[in-house]
């Protein structure tokens, strides 16, 4: 499991490497000292996993987040302890106070590599697929979202309306931008508005124009145009 260490105090980068040293499974191939270092670090050196500092100069954890295409696993390691309840809203894998005791240190390794077995490792593909997760924040409200549970992209204006669950959060990004970055063989440009989850596809019929309306689990329904109906029926086999 590579890791990248992220925290503006040298001496807590520092400390947490000589920790990790006890823990084999882990490798440290980077450590950074605020988000704008950490994303182009992030971009350069691919990790599974992100030891994260919240508040830092400049952006926060969280906003780093945000700035990824594709998030890694994430620790939350910082001194305080109001960011608890908000990092475990959004799905963290674990949240280590600091000053970072051995013993809780081990616990939250424990948890990475049993996430690591069960998902078999992270994608280092380029387009994201149905075993990546991103990052989602809308207001104060954030969450890490596996792209297998997300059933569709929605344009709206210079936003994307995310579905998942039954949260509806806007993402700042064009659908142009979003659907250069996923995996075609997941996802499918359904029409300038729309990008469905194709594991979420539950009925198929005609509609109007030669175009095509698509029924996903849950019970949204998208319309495929006319355009992109062809290329629909030989992705889905019909």
């Known amino acids: 499991m590579r890791a990248l260490i992220v925290d503006d105090e040298r001496l807590a980068r520092k400390e947490l490497i000589k920790l990790l040293e006890e823990h084999p499974s882990i490798e440290v191939v980077g450590e950074a000292m605020n988000a704008d270092e950490a994303e182009q670090m992030v971009n350069e050196l691919n990790p599974d996993l992100l030891f994260l500092d919240i508040q830092m100069p400049g952006r926060t954890g969280f906003q780093l987040l945000e700035s990824l295409d594709s998030a890694p696993l994430v620790v939350f390691t ?34 990475i590599n049993e996430k690591e077995k069960s998902k078999g490792g992270r994608s280092k593909d380029k387009k994201l697929g149905l075993d990546d997760q991103v990052f989602v924040k809308d207001g104060d409200r954030c969450w890490f979202v596996s792209l297998t549970n997300i059933r569709l992209f929605e344009s709206d204006g210079n936003y994307i309306k995310v579905y998942f669950d039954s ?72």
């Open 78 to 111: 910082t001194a305080y302890d109001e960011f608890a309840l908000r990092a475990f809203e959004v799905n963290a894998l674990d949240y280590v106070l600091k000053p970072i005791h051995p013993e809780r240190l081990s616990e939250a390794v424990q948890k």
């Open 167 to 238: 949260n509806r959060p806007m993402i700042h990004k064009s659908l142009n931008a979003l659907d250069e970055k996923l995996d075609e063989r997941a996802f499918f440009r359904a029409s300038r508005k729309h990008i469905i989850n194709l594991s979420w596809v539950e009925s198929i019929e005609p509609w109007f124009n030669g175009g095509l309306m698509v029924k996903l689990k849950g019970g949204d329904k998208v319309e495929v145009s006319r355009r992109q109906a062809a290329k629909f029926k030989d992705m889905m086999s019909l």
